[in-house]
């Protein structure tokens, strides 16, 4: 198993452009996790999923975002008219389970232009 | 959800012994004590997790005391390597997952090793 895997590693999008990005995770893991890092800032929460449910969204996760797991195997993150303001690194994680270590990708990058 | 104080930056050399401490006075009963290293454009990667007294892995040592308000992370002839940010977290038990004791990340410890 290589771990979990974030395509693409780069973005740059001009601002109003919508922007996908993708989370393998690692295999049989329930749970996966989306988090975003600004400059100097530790991660933050924004949603999980157990299998294909999402069970919590942060309040940082505008109506301008949208992620899915459809059949509970990979996630997407979709952000919809792109602002400056989004441009971080885009995290995900998965873990077996609850009470597990969940392991990190290594992100995404957004860049709003 | 108990907060995290940590010194911001840390300097050391090779082959110190660095020992970070973490600072969580509202640490709730059921709270584990979690910490995480992150190297630039990467994710985070678990180090270590405890609950009280002393913990210690293959990586490092955690030193927790009786009163479990502050917590050490005690790194061992660090090498240029290990220079990263570090980052402890108090929740439920290695839980990422939204209210029910989701893990807040700081700022971190930016931690860097001179040769």
């Known amino acids: 198993d290589t771990g979990v895997s974030q395509n693409p590693r780069h973005k740059i999008t001009k601002r109003g452009q919508n922007v996908t990005f993708r989370c393998d995770p690692i295999s049989e893991h329930n749970r996966l996790y989306w988090y975003r890092q600004t400059l100097g800032q530790g991660p933050e929460f924004l949603t999980y999923?157990?299998?294909?449910?999402?069970?919590?969204k942060s309040r940082l996760l505008s109506d301008r975002f949208s992620a899915e797991r459809p059949k509970g195997s990979f996630s997407t993150l979709e952000i919809q008219r792109t602002e400056q303001g989004d441009s971080a690194m885009y995290l995900c994680a998965s873990s077996l389970g609850m009470n597990t270590e969940a392991f990190f990708g290594q992100g995404t990058r957004l860049t709003v232009v | 959800l108990a907060k995290t104080t940590q010194p911001i930056s840390m300097d050391s050399y090779e082959g110190q012994e660095v020992n970070i401490t973490c600072s969580h006075n509202n640490i709730a009963t059921n709270d584990y004590i979690t910490w995480y290293q992150q190297f630039p454009s990467q994710g985070p990667r678990f180090i270590i997790q405890g609950y009280k007294t002393k913990v210690t892995n293959e990586v490092a040592s955690l030193f927790i005391p009786a009163d479990r308000k502050s917590s050490t992370l005690s790194l061992p002839r660090v090498s240029l390597s290990d220079t990263a940010v570090y980052y402890c977290?108090?929740?439920?038990?290695?839980?990422?997952?939204?209210?029910?004791?989701?893990?807040?990340f700081g700022k971190g410890t930016k931690l860097s090793v001179k040769p």
């Open positions: 977290l108090v929740g439920r038990p290695v839980n990422y997952g939204g209210s029910q004791g989701n893990l807040i």
């Open positions: 999923f157990q299998n294909e449910a999402q069970l919590e």
